[in-house]
């Protein structure tokens, strides 16, 4: 039934193959106007960015041949660029630029009288980015606003699609825009925590993810213009957010894997699809692959140096969780390095801190401590938490070489033994310890209980014991040995609590572990993961704290949605619900059946309280004393 209903969706184009072969129609005026758009967004795609920027910007300023909406068009997608290009620098110079264009899409879309319903759509899709970057300039309120001015548009646009009178092929353009919008709204909002969800939809907002994940796809199968960004926004849920939700499960790695190879067909080494690639493979911990996968992508930005250090993020991780540290530190001193060539932007005190305590594990201490010397110099901006992080961890490992000569800092145990866990700390904060593979986890486990052993001579104090004790609940855990996880994890809080480490997320990290051990019991003890939850909630401290409560409030969703399924469905209900959910049911025919079709215009003419409950409390007199 479900594939009926995604065949029946798609354009005609797509469901009749007997077309593939018919010789095409002379192309209209609006195909030839729209073609310009294809181009376009075609050379974004293909990583030409400066020549894309070039395109967009020469056609927004044709006042003869484009009317108003469709030069705004060509705004918007500019401002997509420069919107990527914000992200990948954290620059207010950038993200003011990208704001800019987005603004003047909106006010020329305004104009239009010629395109009423593709002038809505504009100013919907400016609305809506444009909300996003201003959240990056924590401008909530304007956010807010934009945010529903965009929603109301793309309403309004869904409606006048019912009774639009133009011709079958601009509808279809209208008809993937408007999808590509409301279904991005809908899965975006979703991972709101839920009071904010109850809010935006008491003002009449949608946070349906299933709803945004199937007009996603469909927009994705139209092959119109805005196929390729919807199936962008697709795999970045599927491969990142899922992960970071906690959430991704098999079927969603099935259907990520056939768009990856679907979209890489029609736009080869396409930077932005690449960085979802290398997401797909360190979730599936192919970390070789995605370390190759990377290196292409960063070799393809010859003209955007800013988007290719993303990529050089993605390898760094990645060698850091195949403990190889030499190469983490390349990676990120290449980023360093490279920040101050590109721009003056980004985070270059995290990539310092980052390289100089990879180069310590990777036995060069004298590079390392010369790095994390540099680390508060390079951190030019500490409103970002990840700056603030890199400048407080760098001080505490130096100090922990105490009066040490920094020639003599390889014999200094304490030293080293700090910079292990800092990176071990890294990993747990980014919660990536479930992408180790199984013999890394080993060779962690090891040398955490040798550091472990000799921790009365290196003066080990409550932090460090709760960071090595959380590590050994991840590491437990994901060995399926939930009894010693649990353990472990209710020993970390323990020790977390008496550490009283408010620049750090230490105590809200243990009792989200404990809240997620809880969750993964067979059954489920929703009680128990709902408190430890909200303990951890009340005690997210310190500079990565939004970051950590980002994760809480997807815990909470997660425990709500799963008590929901446990007391409504059986077993089977479940499974079908999740291929429903996880989305790999007949709708992905849309997206293998959507290929090579013949078109007119568009892709296919174009190449509470300290208290714990007392049966998993630790009796503090069994705490070792420091």
Same mark, same amino acid.
């Given at each position: 039934q479900r594939m009926a209903e995604a065949k029946a969706a798609m354009p005609a184009h797509a469901r009749d193959k007997s077309t593939a072969g018919t010789p095409k129609k002379p192309a209209s005026l609006e195909a030839r106007r729209y073609n310009a758009l294809y181009k376009g967004l075609h050379l974004v795609f293909t990583n030409k960015f400066v020549e894309a920027e070039a395109h967009f910007e020469k056609h927004a300023r044709n006042e003869e041949?484009?009317?108003?909406?469709?030069?705004?068009?060509?705004?918007?997608?500019?401002?997509?660029?420069?919107?990527?290009?914000?992200?990948?620098?954290? @620059? !207010?110079?950038?993200? =003011? *630029?990208?704001?800019?264009?987005?603004?003047? &899409?909106? /006010?020329?879309? @305004? !104009?239009?009288?010629? =395109? *009423?319903?593709?002038?809505?759509?504009?100013? &919907?899709? /400016?609305?809506?980015?444009?909300?996003?970057?201003?959240?990056?300039?924590?401008?909530?309120?304007? &956010?807010?606003?934009?945010?529903?001015?965009?929603?109301?548009?793309?309403?309004?646009?869904?409606?006048?699609?019912?009774?639009f009178k133009g011709s079958a092929e601009l509808k279809a353009e209208h008809e993937a825009s408007a999808k590509l919008g409301v279904g991005a709204f809908n899965l975006i909002l979703s991972f709101m925590p839920p009071i904010i969800i109850t809010v935006t939809k008491v003002l009449g907002f949608s946070a349906d993810r299933v709803l945004g994940m199937k007009l996603l796809r469909e927009a994705y199968a139209?092959?119109?213009?805005?196929?390729?960004?919807?199936?962008?926004?697709?795999?970045?849920?599927?491969?990142?957010?899922?992960t970071v939700l906690a959430e991704q499960t098999e079927a969603m790695r099935r259907e990520a894997e056939l768009?990856?190879?679907?979209?890489?067909?029609?736009?080869?080494?396409?930077?932005?699809?690449?960085?979802?690639?290398?997401?797909y493979l360190r979730s599936c911990r192919k970390h070789e692959e995605a370390i190759?996968?990377?290196?292409?992508?960063?070799?393809?930005?010859?003209?955007?140096?800013?988007?290719?250090?993303?990529?050089?993020?993605?390898?760094?991780?990645?060698?850091?969780?195949?403990?190889?540290?030499?190469?983490?530190?390349?990676?990120?001193?290449?980023?360093?390095?490279?920040?101050?060539?590109?721009?003056?932007?980004?985070?270059?005190?995290?990539?310092?801190?980052?390289?100089?305590?990879?180069?310590?594990?990777?036995?060069?201490?004298?590079?390392?401590?010369s790095l994390l010397q540099r680390v508060e110099k390079e951190a030019r901006n500490l409103d970002i938490p990840h700056e603030q992080y890199a400048v407080r961890a760098a001080v505490r490992a130096l100090k922990s070489l105490g009066g040490v000569d920094v020639s003599k800092a390889h014999e200094c145990e304490k030293f080293l033994c700090a910079c292990?866990?800092?990176?071990?700390?890294?990993?747990?904060?980014?919660?990536?310890?479930?992408?180790?593979?199984?013999d890394v986890r080993k060779t962690v486990e090891a040398n955490m209980d040798v550091w472990h052993s000799k921790r009365t001579k290196l003066g080990w104090k409550d932090r460090e014991l709760a960071w090595y004790h959380l590590m050994s609940s991840h590491l437990a855990f994901w060995a399926n040995d939930k009894k010693k996880a649990?353990?472990?994890?209710?020993?970390?809080?323990?020790?977390?609590?008496?550490a009283k480490d408010s620049t750090s997320t230490l105590l809200a990290q243990c009792y989200f572990t404990v809240a997620n051990i809880y969750l993964e019991q067979?059954?489920?003890?929703?009680d128990r993961a709902q408190k430890k939850c909200t303990r951890a909630k009340e005690k997210c401290t310190g500079d990565l704290a939004k970051r950590m409560n980002f994760l809480i409030h997807a815990m909470k969703t997660r425990i709500a949605r799963l008590r929901k399924q446990a007391k409504s469905k059986s077993p089977q209900e479940e499974k079908e619900t999740e291929e429903?959910?996880?989305?790999?049911?007949?709708?992905?025919?849309?997206?293998?059946?959507?290929?090579?079709?013949?078109?007119?215009?568009?892709w296919g003419a174009i190449a509470g309280g300290d208290g714990d409950e007392s049966d998993d409390a630790v009796d503090e007199n069994k705490l070792e004393k420091t």
């Open positions: 041949a484009l009317p108003p909406s469709l030069r705004a068009s060509h705004l918007v997608l500019l401002g997509f660029v420069k919107f990527f290009r914000a992200l990948s620098t954290w @620059g !207010k110079g950038a993200i =003011d *630029k990208a704001l800019e264009v987005m603004w003047e &899409a909106e /006010a020329l879309a @305004g !104009k239009d009288t010629e =395109d *009423k319903l593709g002038a809505k759509l504009t100013q &919907a899709h /400016a609305f809506f980015q444009g909300a996003f970057l201003q959240i990056l300039q924590k401008r909530f309120a304007k &956010a807010a606003w934009n945010i529903r001015s965009s929603w109301k548009c793309f309403q309004g646009a869904m409606t006048d699609l019912e009774n139209s092959q119109r213009l805005m196929s390729p960004i919807a199936g962008q926004v697709m795999l970045f849920y599927l491969t990142t957010i899922s768009v990856l190879d679907d979209i890489l067909k029609r736009h080869p080494n396409g930077l932005f699809i690449l960085w979802t690639k290398t997401s190759k996968v990377s290196r292409i992508a960063a070799a393809e930005c010859k003209d955007a140096p800013a988007l290719a250090m993303m990529s050089e993020w993605q390898g760094g991780w990645c060698y850091m969780l195949l403990h190889k540290f030499k190469e983490t530190k390349q990676c990120f001193q290449k980023i360093l390095e490279s920040e101050h060539k590109a721009t003056q932007d980004g985070v270059p005190g995290f990539y310092c801190y980052t390289a100089g305590i990879s180069a310590v594990n990777a036995g060069d201490c004298k590079e390392g401590v292990y866990l800092a990176q071990m700390e890294l990993i747990l904060e980014w919660n990536f310890v479930k992408y180790m593979p199984d649990l353990e472990q994890g209710v020993t970390a809080v323990a020790y977390a609590k008496r067979d059954p489920p003890d929703f429903e959910t996880g989305i790999i049911g007949g709708t992905m025919n849309m997206v293998t059946g959507a290929v090579g079709g013949a078109v007119n215009w568009g």
